[in-house]
């Protein structure tokens, strides 16, 4: 059973910085490109970064590159976003979501069920 | 362009047939992905691909795509279906995903 267990959410103050880590289990970790998708509350989905399976391509949305980077560590299983200069407009639940596909994650399969990040003074 | 347009709203009588459109130019390269977020629950992909259904999603519901619109139909609503549903696709350069801004389906 695919298992996506997202930790590191919490209270951060405007600029701050936070990193969200993603411990996958239940699949062959490297076959498959990971996403991290986010929502803020009442609001719609917004892809914010993707990384193929074996790691060698990263994508990011346009409204977020620079400031959040992601990562994947084959032996440990886990994806990371690690995100900067974070204001109120970051507020969202963050999901690690993991695709049908090794390349680009364009079929966003298995989603974990999120850890909220809050951004305020 | 990287923005997909859904209609914010939609509703169905309950057995009649429903359309939900995602409109966008990355949408005349690539094919649209359908998910389906039910209230306190993550989405899940109903479409993918031309007109794909992953193993137990339901027949009534099916897509298609012309031009630079994709669409989800659902003929015969059930009470089941209502729920948010949002398009996605790679954006015109295809390096990243971009999501609509989903349509609320209400089943009356």
């Known amino acids: 059973e695919v298992q996506l267990l997202e930790s590191g959410g919490g209270l951060v103050r405007p600029g701050g910085s936070l990193r969200l880590s993603c411990a996958a289990s239940g699949f062959s970790f490297s076959n498959y490109a990971m996403s991290w998708v986010r929502q803020a509350p009442g609001k719609g989905l917004e892809w914010v970064s993707g990384i193929s399976g074996n790691g060698d391509k990263t994508y990011y949305a346009a409204s977020l590159k620079g400031r959040v980077t992601i990562t994947r560590d084959p032996s440990k299983n886990t994806v990371t976003l690690q995100m900067n200069s974070l204001s109120a407009d970051d507020t969202a639940m963050y999901y690690c979501?993991?695709?049908?596909?090794?390349?680009?994650?364009?079929?966003?399969?298995?989603w974990g069920q999120g850890t909220q990040v809050t951004v305020s003074s | 362009s990287s923005e997909l347009t859904q209609e914010p709203a939609v509703s169905v009588a309950l057995g009649q047939t429903v359309r939900i459109t995602c409109q966008g130019d990355?949408?005349?390269?690539?094919?649209a992905t359908w998910y389906q977020q039910k209230p306190g629950q993550t989405p899940e992909v109903v479409i993918y691909?031309?007109?794909n259904r992953p193993s137990g999603i339901p027949d009534r519901i099916s897509g298609s795509s012309s031009g630079d619109t994709s669409s989800l139909t659902i003929t015969g609503a059930q009470a089941e279906d209502e729920a948010d549903y949002y398009c996605?696709?790679?954006?015109?350069?295809?390096?990243?995903?971009?999501f609509g801004g989903g349509t609320k389906l209400t089943v009356l």
């Open positions: 996605a696709c790679r954006d015109s350069v295809g390096n990243q995903v971009v």
């Open positions: 979501v993991r695709d049908r596909y090794g390349a680009f994650p364009e079929y966003l399969q298995h």
């Open positions: 990355s949408l005349r390269n690539f094919y």
């Open positions: 691909g031309n007109n």
